[in-house]
């Protein structure tokens, strides 16, 4: 699929639309689900629509941010207005939320195209996503094998490139887990950085949501793009969000030289490095 600059320059210079890279990323879940089990729900119709009309501002020469026109597969605890939010439970099998959770509004206005809901282990309660109410995912890398918990469907979505990114829920590791297990890239960010207002809770006091990637720079682009305070959620923190991608590449001679200093300092006191 390609990765979120990749995609990006596609998109602004044509050889791609939004639509394309929308039916492409449908096209393989459609191929894949039958043994993979990531996605609880598909939001194919959707995601052409909000794919179009990414196309449309390109054609009408709007600028467009990095995150329009990816695919993004959206964990199965966080509310989407108008499609169904069942936390893999079949308490709330027909739970179809009324409101939008502030991340996926902020996904929403960047552009991102939402291509399902992912599984995961019931209410978040699992490090393996075997235990939800409606199915079982499997890694990727081989389907005998579990793909971690409870964001297993994230994070097996995003290894099997039905999806650019993803977004999970960490509360003791159900980030850190399956990026673990299914070879991505996963981070559970500092409590109060990303709003939680929208997600169904499992421990207020621990729970954050957090990107999955398929490298370093594409998770920063994502937590970017989420994190920052919201009144809508009493913890959220009010500290100002770098461009977290801009921060991956530092200048490395200040800190060479810094270790050259302190190797030299060594030897003069009569250290043997």
Not at 10 to 26: D, F, G, P
Not at 78 to 101: D, M, R
Not at 174 to 191: D, E, H, N, Q, W
């Amino acid at each position: 699929m390609g990765s979120i600059r990749e995609l990006n320059q596609q998109l602004l210079t044509k050889e791609r639309s939004a639509v394309e890279i929308a039916q492409a990323a449908i096209d393989r879940i459609q191929a894949l689900e039958p043994k993979l089990h990531s996605f609880l729900c598909v939001t194919a119709e959707r995601a052409i629509e909000q794919a179009r009309q990414v196309d449309a501002q390109i054609a009408a020469g709007e600028a467009i941010g990095l995150l329009a026109g990816i695919p993004i597969g959206i964990k199965d605890n966080l509310c989407t207005k108008g499609v169904p939010t069942t936390c893999a439970s079949k308490i709330l099998q027909n739970f179809v939320p009324p409101y939008e959770s502030t991340v996926t509004q902020k996904l929403k206005v960047a552009g991102a195209v939402m291509v399902g809901k992912t599984n995961l282990d019931e209410f978040a309660m699992g490090s393996s996503t075997e235990n939800s109410a409606f199915q079982t995912t499997a890694n990727p890398w081989d389907l005998t094998r579990i793909p971690g918990g409870s964001s297993g469907g994230s994070a097996a979505a995003v290894a099997a490139d039905e999806c650019a990114i993803a977004l999970g829920s960490d509360t003791g590791g159900s980030i850190r887990l399956p990026a673990s297990f299914c070879g991505v890239v996963g981070m559970k960010p500092t409590y109060g950085l990303v709003s939680r207002y929208g997600l169904v809770a499992y421990a207020s006091s621990l729970d954050q949501i957090g990107p999955f990637a398929r490298s370093v720079e594409d998770a920063a682009i994502l937590l970017g793009a989420i994190a920052g305070h919201d009144p809508k959620d009493s913890t959220s923190l009010k500290v100002e969000i770098p461009d977290y991608a801009a921060n991956l590449k530092p200048e490395l001679k200040p800190g060479l030289a810094r270790w050259r200093d302190s190797r030299n300092l060594w030897r003069r006191l009569g250290g043997c490095g």
